[in-house]
């Protein structure tokens, strides 16, 4: 589970590991750092279903089925991990998911998008935002994290 009485509750927004913003407004604009499917104040990585919230899981996918969770559920866990923290972040400063009109998504297995595709497509309605898809050989903190995701949203100063 994410989380548990012994943990502190999980961030709303998207938290860096490091020292760096986890987020920059420029004037209109609004550019996200990339996010992983790490909870910091927990330590938490998301290494599957059993990490996020049951009713998510079964909705994203998760079948019951031993050898397909186990081979299918650390993508789409950490694909919902990540998109529900870029949009809890964008919630957080007074705007949505259809603010978001760029992504760059960064991917261990690039076999692993259509499972990252089905979970994207439930936080955006058309027109979903431009996007960039690569390949990269390892990502931080530890092997076990297999995307990354950056966005970029146009969200006017009121």
């Known amino acids: 589970m994410m989380n548990n009485d012994a943990s502190p509750p999980p961030s709303p927004t998207a938290k860096p590991l490091a020292k760096y913003a986890p987020y920059r407004r420029a004037g209109d604009f609004i550019f996200l750092s ?3 499917a790490v909870e910091p104040t927990s330590g938490l990585i998301v290494k599957g279903f059993a990490d996020i919230p049951p009713e998510v899981a079964q909705i994203i996918g998760q079948t019951g089925e031993f050898s397909s969770d186990i081979k299918q559920g650390p993508i789409l866990a950490q694909s ?3 998109l ?7 919630e957080s400063l007074g705007g949505d998911m259809a603010d978001v009109f760029k992504l760059v998504q960064y991917f261990k297995n690039l076999d692993h998008f259509a499972l990252y595709s089905s979970v994207r497509n439930r936080f955006f309605e058309s027109p979903s935002p431009a996007s960039t898809v690569v390949q990269v050989s390892e990502m931080l903190p530890t092997q076990d994290i297999l995307i990354e ?3 970029t949203a146009y969200l006017p100063l009121k």
């Open 80 to 82: 919902w991990f990540v």
């Open 149 to 151: 995701v950056e966005a």
């Open 34 to 36: 990339g996010v992983i």
């Open 84 to 90: 529900n923290k870029i949009k809890t972040t964008m």
